[in-house]
């Protein structure tokens, strides 16, 4: 079965490009189903260049970014400021090692804290499902395992980890939509014990300045206006220059993909939350050029925003005519409908998840637990 790729699909160009006054489109391998790169952005001044959402972790990556910078005549060292535009692993991979090099601040929205254990507020989603082969790097089954370990901190935000058998018994508790039979094989469970113990401080920045919606950025010799737009992730944010019409649109908005909504989330309705933001975004005038971390430049911003969001009504469309069809039913047996079955997993069950949620906190909806512990709903 082939069919054709789709821009953000697309293996990393070496090449390097300028797609703005002192912008360079940079691409990065990354190694994700759906996914065949990932933009890092390097804006350019006097000081050096400032890089946005650098990579996966991993020596692969980090010979990448080397290589990328070297045709720009930079290096690592030069970097003084890594942007993460949100808090998934394909957007802050390379900022341990850049921080390293240069001591580059490390700019994310206040939302993004994986600093200390007691202050957790976790990410979720990742475009993500299925496995791969293990690599030296992180492996998409690591990476998996990682957001998971998120989702289910974000969970218990506000409880710290204590020790080694509160960190596994937090692991192993089911998704919010799932039972306690729908517990994780043991293997699983390990993987995210060594992300719990191991991964996060090799793996997650600190980040040095925390930034806010409608704060101002100076890179690339001009301001930036930061936009914050919760969906995608609760942390997203956006980056504005009204002068030139440079707009960098991070994982909320992409060219040709519909970015993934995931369920779990300290939103408490991240679907509404990202009709929200992709509303703010499309408002705004003075946009020319939209940068995406996925897939390359474009213009139509606001239209882009506009599919988008219609994407997700004809889903919950979509979700009120299989009610018909089934009745009350649990998640997974919405998901089976909803997604076609080589994207069935843990991912399309969160995105079902998100628009059963939002359809129940409209009103449309009513949830309770089957006799398995389920939650199951009816509309
Ligand atoms: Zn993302
Ligand atoms: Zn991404």
Not at 11 to 17: F, M, Q, V, Y
Request: charged share 30%; with cysteine.
């Amino acid at each position: 079965m082939s069919r054709p790729k789709r821009q953000e699909q697309e293996d990393a160009s070496e090449e390097i490009s300028e797609v703005a006054k002192d912008i360079l489109r940079m691409q990065l391998p990354i190694r994700i189903p759906g996914l065949g790169h990932v933009n890092m952005y390097a804006l350019l001044d006097d000081d050096g260049a400032a890089v946005i959402d650098p990579g996966l972790p991993g020596p692969s990556t980090w010979e990448a970014i080397t290589h990328r910078l070297k045709q720009a005549g930079l290096e690592p060292r030069h970097v003084h400021t890594v942007l993460i535009t949100h808090s998934h692993p394909d957007h802050f991979g390379g900022a341990v090692r850049i921080h390293k090099e240069s001591g580059a601040r490390i700019i994310a929205h206040r939302a993004f804290h994986f600093g200390g254990p007691s202050k957790q507020k976790r990410h979720t989603g990742l475009h993500v499902h299925g496995s791969e082969d293990h690599h030296s790097e992180a492996s998409v089954d690591d990476l998996t395992a990682h957001m998971e370990l998120l989702e289910r901190d974000r969970r218990r935000a506000e409880r710290p980890i204590r020790n080694f058998f509160s960190t596994l018994k937090r692991l192993t508790t089911p998704a919010p939509w799932k039972g306690p039979a729908d517990r994780r094989a043991i293997s699983e469970r390990l993987r995210w014990l060594r992300f719990a113990t191991i991964g996060r401080k090799k793996f997650f920045p600190a980040v040095t300045h925390h930034v806010e919606h409608g704060d101002v950025l100076k890179l690339a010799r001009r301001e930036w206006f930061v936009l914050h737009t919760p969906g995608h992730t609760a942390d997203h944010v956006c980056l504005h220059d009204p002068e030139t019409g440079a707009f960098l649109s991070g994982d909320h908005i992409l060219p040709s993909i519909t970015p993934h909504i995931g369920g779990v989330s300290y939103l408490p309705d991240p679907l509404k939350s990202f009709f929200y933001s992709l509303d703010r975004v499309g408002e705004i005038r003075d946009v020319d050029l939209a940068l995406p971390a996925h897939g390359h430049p474009f213009h139509d911003l606001a239209g882009r925003a506009r599919s988008i969001k219609e994407h997700h009504h004809e889903r919950l469309n979509e979700i009120r005519k299989i009610a018909k069809q089934i009745g009350r039913a649990d998640v997974n047996s919405f998901m089976k409908r909803l997604f076609r079955e080589r994207s069935w997993g843990d991912m399309a069950e969160s995105e079902t998840y998100a628009h059963l949620e939002h359809l129940r906190l409209a009103r449309e909806a009513e949830a309770h637990r089957d006799e398995h512990g389920r939650l199951v709903y009816e509309i």
